[in-house]
């Protein structure tokens, strides 16, 4: 099979169930007496024909890169880091707290030190799963989802709790100080948090094409047995990409909470959540970091539209939500490569046991 | 006393669902689907039973619409996931997602963040046993529950036989242990894998009426709270032989009981005690699995 149809196959992979999530969608909308091409091109024209409507597109996109590639890393060596979320929540929450209770710094060093807060938060809770999976091969899908819940209710605790914002009306954490928030461009709310996501992305871009690191993932991902009959230690190999997604994703949180949301609320990720949505991302990118920057786009296009279909027409902003998850329904199911290629699939039947 | 029937009761109480799910999920497990989307399922099942409640007071029917729209949510997972050979973690990923999707989209058409039976007493539902219920202990364990806390805890006997000592349960076993050899024989595969999945979907909407229906006259939108995953769990501790892994879920019952019944006493730290249950069931999960894999001596990752 040559390149080009490759591509094309991929590029309809991920066309097909897009389209019909919409067309699911728009049967929806009709139903309840709206008109569905009227809805979407509300979503359209807000979320891209208008420059700061663009703009604030990006802006909505930049964590949802880093969350894309936490799960892009993982999914591609046949690791199911599904505690994105809960990482993404750790590191936001401790870059928030680092930000609000460090006083008197330097810009730069304050939003470093949110960074690192945020990072290191979000590799350590990726490392117990990465643990048990390397050390105790406990199955890490059902680890981080636990783990998730665990996180969530932790988090619920230390905000009504110790660092809860006593002069704020609604639970939250105290608000960030302003040197830790990144200052937005114009009237849009587009930060250089973008910037640094699509920086990060660039690197990641180098490193799972280019780099050792990155075709070991891939032969990971392809047959673990065979990558450690030649010499890989999947062990190792596993705890580092694990660290490396938990960073990623404690990366995104930190950078939400300092370019949009400025403290911990308990809806701090909104729904479903950054996590999952890195998920949709990752695979409507085919893992690729290329298609990771549109999805994103595509994806925070959504959000944004969505907050607008909301205020202009009667439809409920959580069709969006459906029509997210129906997206994913039919991602999981090769349309083209399934007529096109019998021989050389690869039946995905669960986890290892 | 008093506390330790009021722990004895929610043991069962906060079993039921899981256990529920467990006996479902195991049959999928066995057939080497996983089915992550008992989670959705049984959101599904709770949803749906509270809204035909809601309009219609009907329990019957709220049973009925909620068993067969959550096997219309199996049929769909399996004939994307096995079928169309789709990765079936998405899937029911997916199902995970579109389910609070809708509930919340009709939520917000019906303009309430929760569906609140008011007018249904759900203590009605309880069923006393004559003579048991006085005897201490042993009253608060197998009396005043509803009546699908009942059936699913016959519902693992059952299971079991049916895994155990049926062709069926045979053949789903076989399916999933090798199931190139199971077609060579003329098994057809496919067929035992959806119904392992619609299995699983049936318990799960059961486990949801009673979430909702049955023991609050509520629904939330987050009102599961990763009871699937921890019935997933359990049933990867106990892989998958019913009693075993209803054994786990009983054990995370016994938590989750510690945790409501003893945060009384822990004052500010009270919120603290949720996160229990589900540290529990990772370190459980952990040392299942070192225990399982102790004599394994081939080097290589995955076996």
């Given at each position: 099979?040559?390149?080009?149809?490759?591509?094309?196959?991929?590029?309809?992979?991920?066309?097909?169930?897009?389209?019909?999530?919409?067309?699911?969608?728009?049967?929806?909308?009709?139903?309840?007496?709206?008109?569905?091409?009227?809805?979407?091109?509300?979503?359209?024209?807000?979320?891209?024909?208008?420059?700061?409507?663009?703009?604030?597109?990006?802006?909505?996109?930049?964590?949802?890169?880093?969350?894309?590639?936490?799960?892009?890393?993982?999914?591609?060596?046949?690791?199911?880091?599904?505690?994105?979320?809960?990482?993404?929540?750790?590191g936001g929450?401790f870059a928030g707290i680092a930000g609000a209770y460090i006083t008197g710094m330097n810009p730069f060093l304050h939003k470093f030190i949110c960074f690192a807060a945020g990072v290191l938060c979000?590799?350590?809770?990726?490392?117990?799963?990465?643990?048990?999976?390397?050390?105790?091969?406990?199955?890490?899908?059902?680890?981080?989802?636990?783990?998730?819940?665990?996180?969530?209710?932790?988090?619920?605790?230390?905000?009504?709790?110790?660092?809860?914002?006593?002069?704020?009306?609604?639970?939250?954490?105290?608000?960030i100080k302003e040197s830790a928030m990144f200052?937005?461009?114009?009237?849009?709310?587009?930060?250089?948090?973008?910037?640094?996501?699509?920086?990060?992305?660039?690197?990641?871009?180098?490193?799972?094409?280019?780099?050792?690191?990155?075709?070991?993932?891939?032969?990971?991902?392809?047959?673990?047995?065979?990558?450690?009959?030649?010499?890989?230690?999947?062990?190792?190999?596993?705890?580092?990409?694990?660290?490396?997604?938990?960073?990623?994703?404690g990366l995104?949180?930190a950078g939400?909470m300092m370019?949009?949301?400025?403290?911990?609320?308990?809806?701090?990720?909104?729904?479903?959540?950054?996590?999952?949505?890195?998920?949709?991302?990752?695979?409507?990118?085919?893992?690729?970091?290329?298609?990771?920057?549109?999805?994103?786009?595509?994806?925070?296009?959504?959000?944004?539209?969505?907050?607008?279909?909301?205020?202009?027409?009667?439809?409920?902003?959580?069709?969006?939500?459906?029509?997210?998850?129906?997206?994913?329904?039919?991602?999981?199911?090769?349309?083209?490569?399934?007529?096109?290629?019998?021989?050389?699939?690869?039946?995905?039947?669960?986890?290892?046991? | 006393?008093?506390?330790?029937?009021?722990?004895?009761?929610?043991?069962?109480?906060?079993?039921?669902?899981?256990?529920?799910?467990?006996?479902?999920?195991?049959?999928?497990?066995?057939?080497?689907?996983?089915?992550?989307?008992?989670?959705?399922?049984?959101?599904?099942?709770?949803?749906?039973?509270?809204?035909?409640?809601?309009?219609?007071?009907?329990?019957?029917?709220?049973?009925?619409?909620?068993?067969?729209?959550?096997?219309?949510?199996?049929?769909?997972?399996?004939?994307?996931?096995?079928?169309?050979?789709?990765?079936?973690?998405?899937?029911?990923?997916?199902?995970?997602?579109?389910?609070?999707?809708?509930?919340?989209?009709?939520?917000?058409?019906?303009?309430?963040?929760?569906?609140?039976?008011?007018?249904?007493?759900?203590?009605?539902?309880?069923?006393?046993?004559?003579?048991?219920?006085?005897?201490?202990?042993?009253?608060?364990?197998?009396?005043?529950?509803?009546?699908?806390?009942?059936?699913?805890?016959?519902?693992?006997?059952?299971?079991?036989?049916?895994?155990?000592?049926?062709?069926?349960?045979?053949?789903?076993?076989?399916?999933?242990?090798?199931?190139?050899?199971?077609?060579?024989?003329?098994?057809?595969?496919?067929?035992?894998?959806?119904?392992?999945?619609?299995?699983?979907?049936?318990?799960?909407?059961?486990?949801?009426?009673?979430?909702?229906?049955?023991?609050?006259?509520?629904?939330?939108?987050?009102?599961?709270?990763?009871?699937?995953?921890?019935?997933?769990?359990?049933?990867?501790?106990?892989?998958?032989?019913?009693?075993?892994?209803?054994?786990?879920?009983?054990?995370?019952?016994?938590?989750?009981?510690?945790?409501?019944?003893?945060?009384?006493?822990?004052?500010?730290?009270?919120?603290?005690?949720?996160?229990?249950?589900?540290?529990?069931?990772?370190?459980?999960?952990?040392?299942?699995?070192?225990?399982?894999?102790?004599?394994?001596?081939?080097?290589?990752?995955?076996?």
């Amino acid at each position: 099979m040559n390149k080009k149809e490759s591509i094309i196959r991929n590029i309809l992979n991920s066309i097909l169930p897009i389209f019909l999530a919409f067309v699911i969608g728009g049967v929806v909308i009709a139903c309840i007496g709206e008109n569905p091409m009227e809805t979407y091109w509300i979503l359209l024209k807000k979320s891209f024909l208008s420059s700061t409507g663009f703009m604030n597109t990006l802006h909505y996109a930049s964590p949802l890169i880093l969350t894309g590639l936490a799960i892009a890393v993982t999914f591609k060596a046949d690791l199911y880091n599904m505690g994105v979320e809960g990482q993404m929540l750790f590191g936001g929450f401790f870059a928030g707290i680092a930000g609000a209770y460090i006083t008197g710094m330097n810009p730069f060093l304050h939003k470093f030190i949110c960074f690192a807060a945020g990072v290191l938060c979000g590799m350590a809770f990726a490392l117990i799963p990465a643990l048990l999976k390397a050390k105790c091969r406990v199955n890490e899908m059902v680890v981080t989802l636990m783990l998730n819940y665990a996180m969530a209710k932790a988090l619920e605790f230390l905000s009504t709790g110790f660092f809860r914002d006593l002069g704020s009306g609604y639970v939250a954490t105290p608000t960030i100080k302003e040197s830790a928030m990144f200052s937005r461009f114009g009237r849009s709310r587009l930060t250089m948090f973008f910037v640094i996501a699509v920086i990060v992305l660039i690197i990641m871009y180098v490193v799972m094409k280019k780099s050792k690191l990155g075709y070991e993932i891939t032969a990971i991902g392809k047959n673990p047995e065979f990558a450690e009959a030649t010499g890989m230690n999947v062990a190792k190999k596993t705890i580092i990409l694990m660290l490396l997604s938990g960073a990623l994703a404690g990366l995104a949180g930190a950078g939400y909470m300092m370019s949009e949301q400025f403290k911990y609320t308990l809806n701090f990720s909104g729904t479903p959540g950054l996590g999952w949505d890195g998920m949709l991302i990752a695979l409507l990118g085919g893992h690729s970091p290329g298609g990771i920057l549109i999805a994103a786009i595509f994806y925070a296009a959504l959000k944004t539209g969505s907050d607008n279909i909301n205020m202009y027409t009667n439809v409920p902003k959580e069709i969006v939500a459906l029509i997210q998850g129906l997206i994913i329904l039919f991602l999981a199911v090769k349309f083209i490569s399934e007529r096109m290629d019998l021989k050389g699939r690869r039946l995905h039947n669960g986890t290892d046991q | 006393m008093e506390l330790i029937n009021n722990i004895l009761y929610d043991t069962i109480y906060h079993s039921t669902p899981i256990i529920l799910c467990v006996i479902g999920g195991m049959f999928a497990y066995k057939a080497n689907v996983l089915n992550i989307a008992l989670e959705g399922m049984m959101l599904n099942g709770a949803f749906i039973s509270t809204l035909v409640m809601f309009f219609t007071g009907n329990l019957p029917l709220a049973v009925f619409l909620a068993i067969l729209t959550t096997l219309v949510y199996g049929l769909v997972f399996s004939f994307m996931g096995i079928t169309c050979k789709g990765n079936v973690i998405v899937v029911g990923l997916a199902i995970n997602l579109i389910v609070p999707a809708i509930a919340g989209f009709v939520m917000k058409m019906m303009e309430t963040a929760n569906i609140n039976l008011k007018n249904v007493n759900i203590t009605k539902y309880k069923i006393n046993i004559p003579l048991i219920k006085d005897i201490p202990i042993i009253g608060s364990i197998l009396s005043g529950h509803p009546p699908i806390t009942y059936l699913a805890f016959i519902g693992i006997a059952i299971f079991a036989v049916l895994m155990y000592k049926t062709r069926f349960g045979i053949y789903v076993r076989v399916v999933g242990e090798n199931e190139d050899s199971a077609r060579s024989i003329g098994i057809k595969t496919d067929f035992y894998k959806y119904a392992a999945v619609l299995i699983g979907a049936f318990c799960c909407a059961l486990a949801g009426v009673n979430l909702s229906v049955e023991r609050l006259g509520l629904y939330t939108n987050d009102m599961t709270a990763g009871r699937g995953f921890i019935a997933i769990a359990a049933i990867y501790c106990g892989q998958g032989e019913p009693v075993l892994s209803s054994l786990y879920a009983i054990l995370f019952g016994v938590a989750r009981s510690l945790a409501v019944n003893l945060s009384i006493y822990a004052g500010p730290a009270a919120g603290l005690f949720d996160i229990i249950p589900y540290i529990i069931m990772v370190a459980v999960l952990a040392a299942v699995s070192i225990v399982k894999h102790k004599n394994v001596k081939v080097r290589g990752f995955k076996c």
